[in-house]
């Protein structure tokens, strides 16, 4: 729920609602026992979708302060309503940053190191050559 909270909270990005998310997951979150005539689950559809979104709005409502944390850590995801520490140890990232090493510059004069899975240059063409057929084409006709 603490999850389905957070994607709510971004409904304006991702169009998810708490009303959206709760048409999506009610089903499974409020199942209607099996031996529950169809009819009757299909008329009650509506009212486990505004009980679902009311969870979902109301989380840390129904939840402790210390339950809906340690959802979200659990998850591993970061709670929404708490300030990213300056502690990055604490989220499983480096607590110092990593810089990329440092690339010499070009010497004059010198060509670039070729790019791994880059295809080789094509020569300029010899001046009076025909230009290669293209794969695929059909040669001109013969005069």
């Known amino acids: 729920m603490c999850f389905l909270g957070k994607v709510a909270k971004e409904s304006e990005v991702n169009k998810m609602t708490s009303s959206n998310l709760a048409v999506v997951f009610s089903p499974t979150i ?3 026992p099996e031996s529950m005539d169809p009819m009757t689950v299909m008329q009650n559809v509506q009212v486990s979708i505004k009980v679902v979104s009311l969870i ?3 989380v840390r409502v129904i939840w402790s302060e210390d339950e809906v944390s ?3 850590a659990s998850l591993g995801i970061h709670d929404p ?3 990213m520490r300056a502690n990055k140890m604490a989220y499983g990232g480096a607590s110092k940053k990593q810089s990329k090493p440092a690339v010499p510059p070009p010497v004059p004069g010198s060509k670039p190191p070729p790019v791994p899975g880059a295809r080789p240059a094509v020569p300029p063409p010899v001046p009076g050559s025909k230009p290669p057929p293209v794969p695929g084409s059909k040669p001109p006709p013969m005069p």
Request: no cysteine.
């Open 30 to 32: 409020l199942k209607a």
């Open 56 to 58: 979902i709005d109301n």
């Open 70 to 72: 340690e959802a979200f």
């Open 81 to 83: 309503e708490k300030p």
